[in-house]
């Protein structure tokens, strides 16, 4: 078999997920060299050579690939960090590795407001009625304060208050959710405003689905329809979280969306593609479209846009995948995928979690076993139903690190397991007899996850939305 080497950039889940596809290859002897977050215990199992860089800096990384790079055929990115400070534009000018990942100019989710902008001159019907913010253009914090309040007169209140630049001062705020007053909404505001720009946008009720595409530059190639869940407690109460689980049926589209409402975001993010690469834009290599729709009955509306694969999304397309992913990625290379095949199967991901995640143990401190707590995670139960179910099981650690032979689970979500069945039913069934196969640590899981009663009622209120159109 002829050999390959990969630099994988990684952060979780989402890349163990990716680090799995990979060494399935059955047409190349895969080597593996991983710049990780931490000493990810898959990882470290999986790797020629493995790099523990925890703040993901892209000049480190890039001194990795140097180290390597004569035994590199290219490199793929997972998580958004790296991708926007520019670890492409770095590892190809130093190296000669091709990335998959988009170029830092092309890396959308460094800005909300040029998404905003962009989407607004492309597909303005996808677009949530919104207003910038801009510091520069406020005398006083009074003069700013006069402004909101009139935008949330034309709002009746219901907005969704986003800083310009990920992971400044508060982060996204949704009234009802973050807060129900006037007064906590600006609180929430002038946290951000002093970081930058800050968007206050219309909320859109409806059902959410994240769509993701593969792309060479030259095409875009649509996965199938996944659905996350951000609420950190069951019955979607609590805080929003990076996502406890997600899920994807047999075929392309969720219980709740039709074969039209796919149709028209294929045919929205083509449009953003088609003006946004010009003739032959491989700076959006990768994994550009990870867009998160809001389905309202009508026009679906785009909440973001992401630069990378789904974090947990993603996690349910690789374990499913019928091509060989090295495959996949040299055509992402060569400009020349159009098409991937993936078997016709339901895919569940469930992720446990440590007891201070989403604020589980103030919320419930009752359910946590506190002498559990910073105790080792066992995952030799959940690793042999992989082999008892002949991979219809797969078990990606996440936030856990590797101490000697121990395994801890440090404060993020630590492992996802994924289901993959006939259909939702069987694959939820399998998800759930993993998470619970996962012992130590005090580790919890969100349960409903992909159940019965969480689809039928995205159904139902559907049903009503196209009632109202």
Known sequence: MEKVGILVVSYGAREAAMVDAFIRSQNYNVNLYIADKQRNPFNAKNATKHAVIPDLNVEKICKFAENN??????????????????????????????????????????????????????VPTANPRYKIFHPKNYKSQ????????????ELGNMAVVKPDQPAAGKGVGVWGDHFTTREQ????????????????????????????????????????????????????KGPNTGGMGSYKD???????????????????????????????????????????????GKE?????????????????????????????CFKILEGNLTHVELEKRATVLTYKVPPNYGGYIDAFPNLVNKNEIDK???????????????????????????????????????????????????????????????????????????SPTHIEKSIKHMQELRRKK
């Not at 130093?94 to 998959?100: A, D, F, K, S």
């Open 69 to 122: 790079k004569d035994k590199i055929d290219f490199g793929i990115v997972g998580p958004e960090k790296p991708i926007i400070e520019g670890v492409r534009d770095l590892v190809e000018k130093r190296t000669g590795i091709p990335m998959i990942c988009p170029t830092k100019d092309h890396a959308i989710e460094a800005s909300k407001v040029q998404q905003r902008v962009l989407f607004e001159e492309i």
């Open 142 to 153: 009074e003069e700013v304060k006069k402004a909101v309040y009139k935008w949330l007169d």
């Open 185 to 236: 909404l600006m609180e929430h505001f002038l946290a951000n405003f002093q970081h930058g720009a800050v968007i206050i946008e219309e909320k859109i009720e409806g059902e959410e689905s994240s769509f993701q595409a593969f792309c060479d530059g030259k095409h875009i190639v649509p996965l199938p329809e996944t659905r996350d869940y951000k609420r950190a407690f069951d019955d979607d």
């Open 250 to 296: 047999a075929g392309d589209v969720l219980p709740f969306m039709t074969n039209s409402d796919r149709a028209k975001e294929i045919e929205i993010v083509n449009r953003i593609f088609e003006k946004w690469k010009g003739k032959d834009n491989t700076g959006l290599r990768g994994v550009p479209f990870y867009v998160a729709f809001m389905h309202t």
């Open 300 to 328: 679906p509306k785009i909440l973001e846009n992401n630069s990378r694969p789904g974090d947990p999304e993603i996690i349910n397309i690789l374990p499913i995948l019928e091509d060989d992913f090295v495959d996949v």
């Open 376 to 450: 080792p995670v066992d995952l030799t139960k959940a690793y042999e139903l992989t082999k008892k179910y002949c991979d219809k099981v797969r078990v990606y650690p996440a936030a856990m690190e590797l101490r000697d032979s121990e395994t801890f689970a440090l404060k993020s979500r630590a492992v996802g397991v994924v289901g993959i069945g006939a259909d939702i039913s069987e694959a939820r069934r399998l998800s759930l007899e993993g998470v619970k196969a996962v012992k130590g640590g005090a580790l919890w899981h969100r349960t409903d996850v992909a």
